[in-house]
């Protein structure tokens, strides 16, 4: 095999302090994160001194205000740093991106007094998110959610069920969808819950094709009481919360789907290049070349997708059909560079060997999550030809 170690992305960063911070985060990520990846999935091992690490570095709160522990970064910026973290291990940079989700109705919605009172806890204070919104009957159809919350006194008392969550069962503090009023969309509340909430509890986690270190199981809200001061916006704004939120995390995990298209291409130039066959390198073989040529391509328009979408966020401008796009693009992106990683590494990337065969599994997860593609279609579509004639 080859001694030839990947190369590092050349990035377009725009400040001095980005271009250090994006060289802290591929420290850790080497020495802390990647070393343990394989061992870990395979147990189905869970990373928390890691997101303790990330936290204490300051990564969990990047594209929020310093005023509150945040790093006060654009998103283009932020949106690197989660790339290279899930080419290191895709449990890490989803789980980052996820965080980044439960957070963000406390920082764009929150009160004042509740950014004072959390928001540093949030993004800096060791805690780990999860956001609620799917359930077992309501999973693209996320308006018809079912999990109620009833006003008593100065409390709500939330019922239900949530499916899917990530980090569900060991979150400090859960981002909660709930039916405050009438059917659709417009009966919807959020509310941020505490993790030790009496009656809330994690079931067993689901087992899942790939990302086994990540947990994903339903959580259960059983008389949940909440008070109604951590209610994040107002009754009914729930659901335009949520896809808000939406918006912003789709480009989170187009950049983790990257990330890891990115970690794939590498293992697989590494073994075409060291791997002789008929007396040559593998890698001078036109068919292998055309494959490698496509899947560098691939990744590097999706990257520049990610960023495009990235910029009209940092600049205040719709992004949401770009959104859609990036996360369209790159995660299909990211089945195929994976799927073709493992065809080149031929037998031995069927083995666990080599990290290529886990990659394509986790790679499949990208698709389905946060919209799946088939959901990013209709949203695109209606950005082009306008909404549906029924």
Excluded at 4 to 13: G, I, K, N, S
Excluded at 49 to 77: I, K, M, N, R
Excluded at 199 to 222: C, I, N, R, W, Y
Excluded at 307 to 312: M, Q
Aim: a negative charge; one cysteine or more.
């Amino acid at each position: 095999m080859s001694d030839r170690d990947p190369q590092p992305v050349e990035r377009q960063l725009p400040t001095e302090e980005a271009r250090d911070l994006i060289s802290l985060v591929r420290e850790i990520a080497q020495r802390e994160i990647a070393p343990q990846a394989a061992e870990e999935e395979d147990a189905g091992r869970f990373p928390r001194e890691v997101f303790t690490l990330l936290s204490a570095s300051g990564l969990l709160g990047l594209p929020y205000d310093s005023e509150y522990g945040g790093g006060d970064q654009p998103y283009e910026v932020y949106l690197q740093v989660l790339e290279e973290l899930a080419a290191a291990r895709l449990t890490v940079g989803l789980g980052v991106s996820v965080h980044t989700l439960a957070s963000y109705a406390l920082a764009a919605y929150g009160t004042k007094q509740q950014q004072v009172e959390h928001l540093s806890a949030v993004l800096g204070g060791g805690l780990l998110g999860a956001y609620c919104l799917s359930e077992p009957a309501s999973g693209s159809d996320a308006a018809s959610l079912r999990t109620k919350a009833v006003r008593d006194g100065d409390d709500w008392v939330i019922n239900g069920t949530k499916a899917w969550i990530t980090h569900g069962g060991i979150a400090d503090f859960y981002t909660v969808m709930a039916r405050t009023g009438g059917e659709g969309s417009h009966g919807i509340t959020a509310f941020l819950v505490p993790g030790d909430a009496e009656g809330l509890s994690g079931a067993v986690p689901e087992k899942k094709m790939g990302m086994k270190g990540s947990p994903t199981a339903q959580v259960h809200f059983d008389d949940v009481r909440v008070p109604d001061e951590r209610r994040l916006g107002d009754e009914g704004q729930g659901f335009a919360i949520a896809l808000s939120a939406l918006d912003s995390g789709r480009l989170g995990i187009a950049a983790c789907a990257i990330g890891l298209a990115q970690a794939a291409l590498d293992e697989a130039v590494a073994y075409a290049t060291g791997r002789r066959q008929f007396g040559h390198p593998i890698s001078d073989f036109q068919g292998l070349r055309f494959m490698i040529a496509d899947m560098a391509t691939q990744i590097e328009a999706g990257r520049a997708l990610y960023l495009a979408a990235a910029r009209l966020r940092d600049a205040g401008r719709p992004f949401a059909k770009q959104a859609a796009m990036a996360k369209l693009h790159c995660t299909d992106t990211a089945m195929k560079v994976t799927t073709d990683a493992v065809q080149i590494l031929g037998g031995y990337g069927y083995t666990a060997d080599f990290p290529v065969e886990r990659y394509m599994r986790e790679a499949k997860v990208l698709q389905i999550v946060e919209g799946t593609n088939q959901i990013q279609r209709m949203v695109i579509a209606r950005h082009v030809a306008g909404p549906e004639s029924r």
